[in-house]
């Protein structure tokens, strides 16, 4: 049991939820990380959209104790902080905010997602299901359900308004990926599967089974850190053996 001296190293949050638009009285705690351009980019795009939904930690003195990209967003967009008042906290309880903080994973989003209630509930647990029949890596899981090159999908995941392009296309090459990682681990790799869709889309023609099946014979063919270089292996074990009238061009001749 916890005795009275113990209950008074404890901080007590008193007080209600309070908001101003006077953007002086918060203060930064000398000691604390610095603020980051590029997470105040992203933050101010979904305060911009939604709102100020988690309030700012401050101290008695107003120093910002949690929330300093947030106090940077409502400062730049001109609306309300809102803040709560912690009294006695400091440096230390913001290396103990930080340390201890864990951010949302994959399971998370899709977890909070799937509720009934919510209106794209079904798409996640079809992204859900997607990921099981495959047995996929989260970050291939949105890729080839989203068609988005660009970030996989992963911004509209996290805000609950994903949207699946092309399910066929997505079991299609899904069920190649999961063929393949009997026989390579790059059957798991993001960028494999970019290069992968890629060929297939400059060679329509070419032959997935064929692929599954080289690589079976041929794994060690299939080298790569980047998707060029990942297409360029993927053609070539592809072509090993194959009448020459029967190749599939190389990427850098199809793009001259």
């Known amino acids: 049991m916890t005795d ?29 990380r610095r603020v980051y351009p590029l997470q105040v980019a992203k933050l101010l795009l979904r305060i911009k959209a939604r709102g ?16 300093q990209h947030r106090v940077e967003v409502c400062t730049q967009l001109q609306i309300p902080i809102m803040y709560l008042v912690v009294h006695g906290a400091k440096l230390e309880d913001i290396k103990d905010i930080n340390n201890c903080s864990k951010l949302w994973g994959f399971d998370d989003y899709q977890r ?18 997607f990921k099981e029949k ?21 911004a509209d995941f996290r ?6 392009e092309d399910r066929e296309k997505a079991d299609r090459f899904g069920n190649v990926l999961k063929k393949l990682r009997k026989f390579h681990k790059a059957g798991r790799s993001v960028r494999f599967a970019k290069a992968l869709i890629n060929d297939k889309r400059i060679h329509p023609n070419m032959n997935l089974e064929r692929v599954i099946k080289q690589v079976g ?3 060690n063919k299939i080298q790569g850190q980047t998707v060029l270089e990942f297409e360029d292996s993927i053609l070539d074990c592809y072509n090993h053996q194959l009448p020459k009238k029967l190749k599939l061009s190389n990427r850098k001749t199809v793009t001259k």
């Open 134 to 154: 495959y047995s996929l890596p989260s970050a291939i899981t949105l890729f080839l359900l989203s068609g988005n090159t660009h970030d996989l999908g992963l």
């Open 4 to 32: 009275d001296k113990d209950k008074n190293k404890y901080i007590s949050v008193r007080g209600t939820i309070k908001f101003t638009s006077d953007y002086s009285i918060f203060k930064k705690v000398r000691g604390n």
């Open 217 to 219: 014979k041929y794994p």
């Open 52 to 67: 100020q939904k988690v309030p700012v930690i401050v101290n008695e003195r107003m120093e910002i104790i949690d929330g």
């Open 112 to 129: 909070c997602y799937s509720r009934p209630e919510h209106k794209n509930s079904r798409t996640y647990l079809t992204i859900q299901s």
């Open 159 to 164: 805000d609950g308004i994903f949207k699946i």
